[in-house]
């Protein structure tokens, strides 16, 4: 069976980005999902006499394992002073040095959730305009604005957004069933 891969950019144990994918993934329903948690792949920060000295960190191996069985990404991306948090960013800098692109020219979907007003559109157009050189055909992306007012009794409540999210979802899916 296909498999879409998902994550959260976040390292938090509350991450908003993770509680929105909880509430999306289940539009996939002619594919695996697997939802992980960055917190499980923790890694020192990226260094070259890092890499020289002791090689890839296991966490980052098994990372870049999961990215490679995969068939396409569902990656919430929490905005963090206009970008990517660090964890996020770190990970994707290890990967680059795994060999090949980091996406592997398969099809990605980005969200983001963000407290304020602009749902992450900052670190949303940064990835659209970089990660199509690491190897993703991004599908789209969709950003939730004022999440936590969003979110109630542990449900995410917005229809217009979980409406734009499906559709986004459900054109990950037919890309990843067309591939061969
Ligand atoms: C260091 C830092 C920088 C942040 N910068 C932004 C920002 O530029 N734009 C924004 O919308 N939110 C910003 N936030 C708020 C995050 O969107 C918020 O913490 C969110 O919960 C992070 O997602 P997560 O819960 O999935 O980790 C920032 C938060 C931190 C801790």
């Known amino acids: 069976m296909k498999k879409i891969l998902a994550f959260s950019g976040s390292n938090s144990s509350e991450s908003i ?73 770190n990970s994707i800098d290890w990967i680059s040095r795994m060999g090949g692109k980091i996406f592997d020219n398969k099809p990605v979907v980005f969200l983001s959730a963000s407290p304020g007003g602009r749902g992450g559109a900052s670190v949303l157009e940064h990835l659209n305009r970089i990660m199509p050189h690491r190897g993703a055909e991004i599908i789209g992306s969709y950003g939730v604005a004022s999440f936590n007012d969003k979110w109630e009794e542990g449900r995410f409540n917005n229809s217009e957004d979980l409406a734009k999210i499906k559709e986004l979802i459900i054109a990950l899916e037919n890309k990843v069933l067309m591939e061969a």
């Open 17 to 89: 980005n993770k509680k929105l994918l909880k509430s999306v993934i289940g539009y996939a329903e002619r594919v695996e999902v697997e939802l992980i948690d960055l917190r499980d792949y923790p890694a020192e920060v990226f260094g070259i006499d890092l890499e020289q000295n002791e090689g890839f960190p296991k966490s980052m191996q098994d990372l870049f394992a999961r990215m490679r069985e995969a068939d396409g990404y569902l990656i919430s991306v929490p905005e963090h002073n206009g970008s990517m948090p660090a964890v996020f960013k």
